[in-house]
């Protein structure tokens, strides 16, 4: 019963990948998920296309990065999962599909195991010249920690599809991101910080947003990853976009099969949707 | 044409109204909406139950408090609608309506005419046993300011309405609140402004809460009224849920009708609502 389950680490890894340094890419990306592994974490959340890099000049070049589930990005995902009693790892991935179609994808493994691919249906600026859209729903991964949802980045913006997680059963929301950094106004935090934020509290879910470091041929990046609890607070959050970094936070995921907003209320059940 | 329009200003009347001292409360109603039009509001919006106070005991309290079109509530939003060249006004009030029962309402008058109430669809607590709830979708008026959407306080945390506003084409979400204070962690605001912030980012559309200030019968608010924009970032933000006042921020509602977020990106036209 997950009621009487130890605490649960979930951590993000907040690596800054570059397209053209795939072999560094993947040193940091393995070295991220052992800092995480090592921090006691059992789910861990890698970027957007943390191996090969996100700032594809064109679709040869994305193509040209493309992996199946065999290449080196799902690999280190696979193995990283397989360390201790074995983990939940979901992390972003260029992915070459059998259809020979590119795909910005993320994937969900536990102890070794692939347990669901997700193609980002909702495709930001130029990915639109690298990637096919993908066309299924985002999945839900039932794992030993809880349900997690998966979904990228920009997918954040819709709430249909993260209400839809929700009220499917997703205890966890976990997101690889690439996040281009925007204007803050002072003592304001990143749009993408307020997203997660309401997005969680909205469904009393967990939500788990893994963006990146640094910059990237000439586009900087929020470095905002965030782990916000169903009363959409951060658990964990990183202020500083230029730093690689390992966050991590303690959760209850039962928490979020509780969906009481107050003694006489529930944000699933005082839903009216026969109104909408 | 919108486009054309000088300066609007956007008022939030944050009053404490009580049950029990409604002259009070109409006193102080009626001086805060002149306060807002004294400051060029082209747009007002009221609390939650302005009139009457908020925290009644049961339904033949609420019941005895309810009005029509023609009491005292209505008829302050009425007159300060007339005011100078016209203006908007969107505020709570306890309606009588023709079928006997008792809503928790909000009425949207234009230079003295009401153009639309709504029934707050989902109630918050022991206004379960005050109110009958309302059972139609929340109108979207047609104003000399632009479309206003009307929606009240707890309605937030339903994104399925408020996405559904925004898609039926409000500039501006307009929500009269009364909303229970709760633990902030320090250095945050409260989560009724988040959730504001990112109603209004998703869908880039103005969002305008009325919160109220004060105590009423052993229960704190947040006094938390904020107008965001489609960016998402506050415009104008109470920070002290004590007292009572009228906040401004001055806005262009034509900005609600770009939904761009990029030059190959827009939050309407990127949905993909065949695979939710």
Same mark, same amino acid.
């Given at each position: 019963m997950m009621e009487d389950m130890p605490p649960l680490v979930v951590a993000c890894c907040q690596t800054a990948p570059s397209v053209g340094a795939v072999d560094d890419n993947l040193v940091a990306l393995r070295a991220a998920l052992g800092e995480a592994l090592d921090a006691g974490a059992g789910i861990v959340v890698a970027t957007e296309l943390a191996g090969s =890099?996100? @700032?594809? @000049? $064109?679709a040869e070049e994305a193509r040209a990065h493309a992996e199946d589930l065999a290449g080196p990005t799902v690999s280190a995902y696979r193995d990283a999962s397989q360390r201790g009693g074995g983990a939940v790892v979901v992390g972003g991935f260029c992915e070459r599909g059998e259809d020979g179609n590119t795909y910005n994808s993320a994937v969900a493994v536990e102890a070794g195991a692939v347990l669901a691919v997700y193609r980002k249906l909702h495709l930001w600026h130029d990915e639109q010249s690298c990637f096919t859209p993908g066309a299924q729903a985002p999945p839900i991964v039932e794992t030993r920690h809880g349900r997690i949802g998966v979904a990228i980045c920009y997918d954040l913006e819709f709430p249909e599809l993260t209400r839809a997680l929700a009220l499917r059963g997703a205890d966890l929301l976990a997101l690889p991101t690439n996040w281009p950094r925007t204007a803050i106004p002072p003592g304001e935090r990143s749009m993408l910080g307020t997203l997660a934020m309401a997005t969680a509290r909205l469904s009393r879910t967990f939500v788990a947003v893994c963006d990146r470091a640094g910059a990237e041929r000439g586009v900087d990046y929020e470095g905002a990853s965030i782990v916000a609890g169903p009363d959409g607070y951060p658990l964990a959050e990183s202020t500083d976009p230029l730093t690689p970094q390992v966050l991590t936070a303690t959760v $209850?995921? @039962?928490? @979020?099969r509780d969906k009481r907003t =107050?003694?006489?209320? $529930?944000v699933v059940a005082d839903r009216r949707p026969e109104v909408y």
């Open positions: =890099g996100y @700032a594809f @000049a $064109d $209850d995921l @039962a928490h @979020a =107050g003694p006489r209320n $529930d």
